[in-house]
């Protein structure tokens, strides 16, 4: 049974999600007060609306508190996207994704209740940061402020040597959950599982323990 998604705000952000629900087959209703970029994606989604959602009878009419999930994904407008996600809430949305434009937005966002809270520039620029500082690091993704999941490429240090061999855990206070091989995701990998070059390790730690980590054994 497809899900159904409600996107407020067709910017850059919008749209880009838009798109992907769509390509993942499921169901969704885009609403901008700009009629030119909802004529846009008029032939590209399920349903496309002109309306101000900061108007509750617009949300009312659409029927918003009957979707799955709402992402109110408005970029250039606070107020617009406190109000819209404080309607939202009142009107019984069970899950709200709101995109934040900086920590005071966050902190408001919070007090009201949304779901979740995203900051796609913020980490698309910490992932850059990451990806270019080390040559090894393929992905990174922020699970809070000090801790991560990263992908790193085995270097051929590491090339035959296993999690014992390494001792990883309690010599970098991180742990391997898998190991990608060209095709293959090796999931929870034995201790006596041999790294290969070029093998993509996934890593789960402290921020700080897994730059040692790359620093001293991947470089």
Known sequence: MKKEFAVIGLGRFGGSICKELMELGMEVMVIDKNEERVNEYANIVSHAVVGN?????????LGIRNFEHVIVAIG???????LTTLILKEMGVNNIT????NDYHEKVLKKIGADSIIHPERDMGKRIAHN???NNVLDYLELSDEHSIVEIKASSRLAGRTMVDLD???R??????????ENDIIVSPQANEPIEQNDILIVIGADSDINRFEKKVMS
């Open 53 to 61: 959602s900061v108007d509750e009878n617009v949300l009312k009419s």
């Open 76 to 82: 250039d407008d606070i107020q617009a996207s406190i």
């Open 98 to 101: 709101v995109k934040a434009q």
């Open 132 to 134: 270019i500082v080390s």
């Open 168 to 170: 990883i855990r309690a």
């Open 172 to 181: 970098y206070g991180i742990t391997i959950v898998a190991i990608k091989r």
